[in-house]
């Protein structure tokens, strides 16, 4: 799990997108759905203009109060902040 989801994070961080969202969504179909790989997923998928995959993966966070929760949550609402601004 945590080999994948660092993969993913270097993915991310050398704006390799596709390939963090990927593993991502690896992680996920093998070991179930987890604040981390949603976060990551939903960057990826936002550094990608893919603004209603990203709140997909936003909105499957759970509701645990965690750092990844927080996180996801707010850049949700940034993403509903610019589409509001831009209508």
Not at 7 to 17: H, I, P, S, T, V
Not at 34 to 50: C, H, M, N, P, Y
Not at 58 to 71: F, G, H, I, M, V
Not at 74 to 86: E, F, K, M, V
């Amino acid at each position: 799990v945590e080999v994948l989801l660092e993969q993913a994070r270097r993915a991310l961080a050398a704006k390799d997108y596709a390939a963090a969202e990927d593993l991502c969504l690896r992680l996920i179909a093998r070991h179930g759905p987890s604040a981390a790989a949603l976060l990551v997923a939903g960057e990826a998928a936002t550094k990608q203009d893919r603004l209603t995959d990203a709140l997909g993966y936003y909105a499957q966070l759970p509701e645990d109060a965690s750092r990844e929760t927080a996180l996801g949550h707010a850049a949700a609402g940034g993403i509903d902040c610019a589409w509001l601004a831009n209508m």
